[in-house]
């Protein structure tokens, strides 16, 4: 009883640092032309070369030839960054110090609606003892919607002895053993929804399989959902706004990717952007937010830890 609440105070304290130091975007700035810079600290000005997730506390700066477009994330609202202007980012939006914003007027409804999405970051960063990886306790995505241009499924490997027999509706796959912590299968067409099944096999034993999970008290299959050419116009016209609006097919498109269930996608899109853009770290709880959904618990916690120390620094 007593190392329990230890394990318990640990976790609150813990969990509460990482609440205080995670916050969400208040806006991001897009479409950026000539010299505009950003600092975190007032003090060191980083010159803006892409897409900028703006949060609370920064500042950003616009020169003679400066200037870009600024969605506020609560708001839904473009105003346009004059020339030879400095605002502050503040909790409740921006706040001008010097020179002009243009008036506030709605954003496009989809980039909108993505921007809104950034939010809740600290329920992904509370530090929790991890379950323990075990064969029995074998999970994948209750539910995803894959594509022709992103055909993968994922799930993280229990441990380099262990292959893997995949069965998607009448099709299967097999996966040998291997070090690598996800594993990642390229899934051939198919049609509509089908179930998901996967055994899991040491040498020729069969450990384990994956089992039902229970929603609201029924036994529901793990399920896989190719979308259809029917079902592909919305989803392309959403691809083509967030490329003209986002050259880069920055972290929006994995937001979009989030909201169609294109769990492995999103996983990847993400991973890349915080890849190429190691100064966006604040946004990584976003990425924890896909480990989750995709039950990538060992690396959701390895990842967290290092996420926590860089944090700090």
């Given at each position: 009883?007593?190392?329990?609440?230890?394990?318990?105070?640990?976790?609150?304290?813990?969990?509460s640092?990482?609440?205080?130091?995670?916050?969400d975007?208040?806006?991001?700035?897009?479409?950026?032309?000539?010299?505009?810079?950003?600092?975190?600290?007032?003090?060191?000005?980083?010159?803006?070369?892409?897409?900028?997730?703006?949060?609370?506390?920064?500042?950003?700066r616009?020169?003679?030839?400066?200037?870009?477009i600024?969605?506020?994330?609560?708001?839904?609202?473009?105003s346009?960054l004059?020339?030879n202007?400095?605002?502050l980012?503040t909790?409740?939006?921006?706040?001008?110090?010097?020179?002009?914003?243009?008036?506030?007027?709605r954003?496009?409804?989809?980039?909108?609606?993505?921007?809104?999405?950034?939010?809740?970051?600290?329920?992904?960063?509370?530090?929790r003892?991890?379950?323990d990886?075990?064969p029995?306790?074998f999970?994948?995505?209750?539910?995803?919607?894959?594509t022709?241009d992103?055909?993968?499924?994922v799930?993280?490997n229990?441990?380099?002895?262990?292959?893997y027999e995949?069965?998607?509706?009448?099709?299967?796959?097999?996966?040998?053993p291997?070090?690598?912590?996800i594993?990642?299968?390229?899934?051939?067409?198919?049609?509509?929804?089908?179930?998901?099944?996967?055994?899991?096999?040491?040498?020729?034993?069969?450990?384990?399989?994956?089992?039902?999970?229970k929603?609201q008290?029924?036994?529901?299959?793990?399920?896989?959902?190719?979308?259809?050419e029917?079902?592909?116009?919305?989803?392309?016209?959403?691809?083509r706004?967030?490329?003209?609006?986002?050259?880069?097919?920055?972290?929006?498109?994995?937001?979009?990717?989030?909201r169609?269930?294109?769990?492995?996608a999103?996983?990847?899109?993400?991973?890349?952007?915080?890849?190429?853009?190691p100064?966006?770290?604040?946004?990584?709880?976003?990425?924890?937010r896909?480990?989750?959904?995709?039950?990538?618990?060992?690396?959701?916690?390895?990842?967290l830890?290092?996420?926590?120390?860089?944090?700090?620094?």
């Open positions: 009883m007593k190392k329990l609440l230890i394990t318990f105070i640990f976790c609150t304290i813990v969990g640092l990482l609440y205080a130091r995670t916050k975007p208040v806006a991001v700035l897009f479409q950026v032309r000539g010299n505009v810079e950003y600092t975190k600290n007032g003090l060191k000005w980083k010159k803006v070369r892409r897409n900028k997730f703006l949060f609370s506390g920064y500042q950003i616009s020169s003679a030839t400066g200037s870009g600024i969605t506020n994330r609560m708001s839904g609202e473009d346009l004059q020339p202007t400095t605002l980012v909790d409740r939006g921006l706040k001008l110090k010097e020179g002009k914003l243009s008036e506030s007027k954003s496009n409804a989809l980039i909108s609606g993505l921007m809104k999405r950034f939010s809740r970051s600290q329920s992904y960063t509370t530090v003892r991890s379950a990886q075990r029995d306790a999970d994948i995505v209750r539910h995803i919607i894959v022709d992103y055909p993968y499924l799930w993280e229990i441990d380099h002895k262990y292959r995949l069965a998607v509706g009448s099709d299967s796959y097999s996966i040998d291997t070090e690598e912590s594993i990642r299968v390229k899934l051939r067409p198919f049609e509509n929804t089908q179930t998901v099944k996967i055994k899991v096999f040491e040498g020729n034993k069969e450990v384990t399989e994956l089992q039902p999970y929603t008290g029924t036994l529901t299959n793990h399920t896989i959902h190719w979308m259809s029917s079902e592909k116009g919305n989803f392309k016209e959403a691809i706004t967030i490329q003209e609006n986002y050259p880069d097919n920055d972290f929006m498109l994995g937001s979009l990717f989030e169609e269930e294109m769990w492995s999103a996983m990847d899109q993400y991973k890349t952007y915080l890849q190429e853009n100064d966006e770290i604040e946004m990584t709880p976003y990425l924890f896909v480990y989750k959904k995709l039950r990538l618990k060992e690396i959701y916690k390895n990842e830890s290092l996420w926590a120390k860089a944090m700090k620094e």
